[in-house]
């Protein structure tokens, strides 16, 4: 029905301008990510292998929790893991999957982010954790996604990318950025030598200052 596939039409909007972003800033290859956001009546989610610049309002799909889905389109065959942080993560609205080249890299690896720079914070604790691979699209990726997730907002997936939550797109994207570029530096910092990694004092310490610290409510000025 047109006027249900027209519902939350700014919001679907939002979700494509900001896919396009993924890809206009080089965090994400082709059509390899996906996102998607809290509505009243379950999540809104980008639909599976279609170009991002093809995308019209009504091609993002609209889905319940139980899994069902309408519209035309099919969901990203990622929707387990979105359905089930959004279930989960009541904080949560929004949900970004990258394979972002230098996140994706360490998560090849089969290796976190540790606190080798103070800004590992951002993701909420003292590493960026790596889950372990499981096959894309099933219930125990998403299992695993959601145990590294585990009072964080940011975490790697072993072989395949990374996953950020926030309270909205905005929010989420600007993580996106900072985990990407903090795995980039972790990355570099591995090619000379051993990183120092700061203590769980000192991130909680971090985490403290981030609460009071003006700026750091809002997304930083590289993102947005
Ligand atoms: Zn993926």
């Given at each position: 029905m047109a006027a249900s596939r027209l519902a939350h039409r700014a919001l679907r909007q939002d979700i494509i301008a900001t896919a396009r972003r993924m890809n206009a800033l080089g965090i994400?290859?082709?059509?390899?990510g996906n996102l998607s956001h809290r509505i009243p009546e379950g999540f809104l989610v980008t639909p599976t292998g279609m170009a991002y610049e093809r995308l019209?309002?009504?091609?993002i799909v609209a889905m319940r929790f139980d899994g069902s889905h309408r519209g035309t389109r099919l969901p990203s065959s990622e929707w387990r893991f979105h359905r089930d942080i959004l279930a989960a993560r009541p904080e949560t609205n929004a949900v970004i999957h990258t394979h972002a080249m230098f996140a994706t890299t360490l998560a090849c690896l089969g290796r976190e982010i540790p606190a080798?720079?103070?800004?590992?914070?951002?993701?909420?604790?003292?590493s960026i954790r790596c889950a372990p691979y499981a096959t894309f699209g099933t219930e125990k990726l998403s299992r695993h996604a959601l145990a590294a997730l585990e009072g964080r907002k940011a975490c790697l997936l072993a072989n395949h990318g990374m996953i950020v939550v926030g309270p909205n797109l905005k929010k989420a994207m600007w993580l996106a950025v900072e985990v990407e570029t903090l795995a980039a530096q972790y990355w570099r910092a591995l090619q000379v030598g051993k990183p120092r990694i700061l203590s769980k004092a000192e991130i909680d310490r971090v985490i403290d200052k981030f609460k009071t610290y003006g700026q750091a409510k809002e997304p930083a000025p590289a993102c947005c």
């Open positions: 994400n290859q082709g059509k390899s019209k309002p009504a091609d080798f720079h103070y800004m590992v914070a951002v993701a909420g604790g003292d």
